[in-house]
């Protein structure tokens, strides 16, 4: 199944229109790890094919999106960001308008919702304790001491190989 592409920050629209609805806060970093753990998996169940093109670079606390970044740099890092239209007369139908216009596949949205609510629920904390466990941001980041700058991608095809080996793994365990 290959799926159709979206814009990132189409998606990040339609991320912060999701946690926003369900009354899930979400900051910078966890955006961040959110769309990269989306991308990655995206990868593994969509036969290789990337979700959106951007390509997440390894900084420091894990892969970033630079677009995303650049577009959210003035609210910070830290602090909780809010959907630009927080005032809706109808939140269930702006949801509704913001998943159509992605123009996914059932399955794709189906996979998107799954995501959403297994890492949307952890914090920013564990997120990035998480992408820094695992082997395609460490690659990247090789040679490269703990604080410093890197502007790295992080590789599709190292992305699908890692966490399609868990998949695989994981399917093995459950043969036994």
């Known amino acids: 199944m290959k799926g159709n592409k979206v814009n990132i920050k189409d998606l990040c629209d339609f991320l912060m229109m999701y946690f926003h ?9 966890k955006l961040q ?3 990269y753990y989306i991308q990655s998996w995206h990868l593994v169940y969509f036969d290789r094919n990337p979700l959106f093109d951007d390509m997440p670079e390894a900084w420091v606390n894990g892969p970033v ?3 995303i970044y650049d577009n959210l740099k003035p609210l910070g890092v830290y602090n909780d960001i809010k959907h630009q239209k927080t005032n809706f007369t109808d939140i269930d139908e702006e949801f509704v308008k913001q998943r159509d216009k992605l123009g996914l596949e059932k399955e794709q949205l189906e ?3 799954a995501i959403f609510k297994h890492y949307g ?3 920013h904390e564990k997120l990035v304790f998480m992408t820094h466990s695992e082997l395609p941001w ?3 980041r090789k040679a490269l001491g703990v604080f410093d700058y890197s502007s790295n991608s992080i590789k599709h095809e190292i992305m ?3 966490y399609k080996s868990k998949v695989d793994s994981k399917k093995n365990k459950n043969e036994l």
């Open 138 to 140: 460490n690659d990247a």
């Open 33 to 35: 790890k959110i769309l």
């Open 121 to 123: 629920t952890m914090s």
């Open 160 to 162: 699908y190989d890692y």
């Open 111 to 113: 996979f998107l919702d």
């Open 65 to 67: 999106y630079r677009q």
């Open 21 to 29: 609805k369900n009354e899930i806060t979400i900051n910078h970093l």
